[in-house]
């Protein structure tokens, strides 16, 4: 079964026992999420879309803290001795899907 889960204002599309990187989500290695915003479910020549689908993702965590690839922003004005850099790394967790009911 093939599902397209909206998470933190993304899509993503899962199948069981899929490992996936969403953005940082509170909880502890270990434990258990259910994501009910579902749009689209695949199982095998059904296809069900929007309001009809009645089905929901569960998930464990995997790794509650994952730090993306560091992403650098500098700013210069040219003979003017003006130069900022500033840089940040995207939080993330790796969720295992364990289910899709």
């Keep these: ?3 397209v889960v909206k ?4 899509q993503f599309k899962v199948k069981a ?14 434990d258990s999420v259910e994501f009910s ?12 879309a929007g309001k ?3 089905v929901v993702v569960k998930g464990e965590i995997v790794n ?6 560091k992403v650098i922003a500098f700013k210069m004005k040219r003979r003017k001795g003006f130069r900022k850099k500033r840089g940040h790394r995207t939080q993330y967790t790796l969720v295992k899907v ?4």
């Design 98 to 101: 364990t289910a899709i009911a």
């Design 1 to 3: 079964m093939l599902a």
């Design 37 to 48: 915003d579902v749009l689209f479910t695949h199982n095998g020549n059904t296809v069900t």
């Design 17 to 30: 026992g899929d490992s996936i990187y969403v953005p940082h989500l509170t909880g502890k290695t270990g």
């Design 7 to 10: 998470i933190a204002g993304q």
């Design 64 to 69: 509650d803290l994952v730090k993306g690839d």
């Design 52 to 54: 009809d689908v009645q």
